[in-house]
């Protein structure tokens, strides 16, 4: 017994190595060396764009943004990726900073508004991006855990906010939990296959540019996001694939969408509250679907909350006196299917449309 599993030993050491140094070397998701979101903020601090930008934890992205800037901008966006197309370049005479990031969730809303207050960097103005699942518990986002402690900070300025006890301890857990999932990955076989992919056939290496248009995703000086050519360059039969994948699956954090949750709308409406009394003028901007989507969303009663979601953001808007930018509806905006990339992101011009017409 002792010698076969010597023999085992033998056979799989150089296997258990040779997997450990591809999921080190390749390393898919950028967990191993220096952060990859703090390489990413410090070109961006410096007013460079960044091409190459692959599997970034975007709310990392942001705390090194926020907190290693010496620039208090004038206007800050936060929201979903549905607004991080929103551009500098669209507010002549006014310093931008967008704090978007994919899939924003109320938990990241609150946790972007702790890290500038933390900072003691509070805008002239602050745009929220607002879609239908930032009402709806039941959303399916967790990477706003990456800004946990921040949010659970803007959490406990609320009144009747409960006191967390064995904070200390709670901290720690999560880092070791942390720590072990992500040294998981050296032995992970599917992280193994997704590093080699990485290590011969994708290109790592950030690079500074001037282009606004790249091959491949872009970070931009302002913190806003450009999209890779492929992506914003398509034929119609293309777009007709995306249109089709988008409503033949399941409906981007809506599904499950049962009602407006009270306890959200209460966080939300304490961070409008919040900023006003800040002396920050707060903007809300409603990003649409695409036509044939929003079709699909209107004439489904399973979907019915995301038009109430529109009706409560409205409402609140009209009574802290909020100016409003956009729609979920795409037709009272006049935006028919070649103002999209897919079912759920208009592009950069379209945007940049909806904002002028909304000034």
Known sequence: MKLFLKRVF????PLVLLVILVNYF???ANLFGESY???IADEVIKNHNVKNVLNCDERLLQKYLINNTHLCPDIVVIGSSRVMEIHASSFKDSSLYNNGMSGASIEDLLAIAQLYAQKNCFPKKIIIGLDPWTLNKRNEQGRWRSLETEYESFISLMPNAQVKVNKGIKEHLKTMFRVGLKYYQLVSPSYFKSSIYSLFFVNKKLQVTTDVINNTYTR??????SYDYNYRVFSEIEMQKRIAEYIQGDFYSIEHFDNLDKEIQSKLEFLVSYLLKKGIVVEFFLPPYHPIVYQKIYNSAKYSQVMASEK???SLALKNKIKVMGSFNPFVLKLDGSCFYDGMHCNDSSIK???ANSN
Do not use: N, P
Request: proline residues 0%; charged residues 25%.
């Open 10 to 13: 033998f056979v799989l050491s």
């Open 312 to 314: 409560y953001f409205r």
């Open 353 to 355: 449309k909806i904002l």
């Open 220 to 225: 931009l000086s302002d913190g806003s996001i």
């Open 26 to 28: 390749g390393d898919a």
């Open 37 to 39: 979101e703090k390489q």
